[in-house]
């Protein structure tokens, strides 16, 4: 059984930095080494967006709005992900979700292609 957990939200002053985590257990397509993962957030109202997904190359796709800011990261020993987040602005307040999908040859930042995900961990910056 897939599970996904994250870490490490908090509350945040802009222009600061935070690393969030997502420890992934059961995700065999981890251990075969094709699969994609990312993270995605939602804020109150707003649809869920992708935020950037990793494959297993090591290909990124980061979504406009964090690019130049986020870098995501893995630690493929201990199955975890990161997010560091730097320069947090306030509509960077979200919920963050980790999510993984069974191996479809897409990693996109669209929701739609994941089958797993995370209870979400929540991000607030204030100004």
């Known amino acids: 059984q897939v599970k996904l957990v994250e870490s490490g939200g908090a509350s945040v002053q802009a222009g600061g930095s935070l690393r969030i985590s997502c420890a992934a257990s059961g995700f065999s397509e981890y251990i075969r080494g094709s699969y994609c993962m990312g993270w995605f957030r939602q804020a109150p109202g707003n649809e869920r967006e992708g935020v950037v997904v990793i494959q297993s190359d090591g290909g990124t796709w980061y979504g406009p709005s964090v690019t130049g800011r986020f870098t995501i990261s893995q630690d493929k020993a201990k199955n975890i992900l990161y997010l560091q987040m730097n320069s947090l602005k306030p509509e960077d307040t979200a919920v963050y979700y980790c999510?993984?999908?069974?191996?479809?040859?897409?990693?996109?930042?669209?929701?739609?292609?994941?089958?797993?995900w995370g209870q979400g961990t929540q991000v607030t910056v204030s100004s």
């Open positions: 999510a993984a999908q069974s191996w479809s040859g897409v990693c996109s930042l669209e929701s739609r292609w994941y089958d797993y």
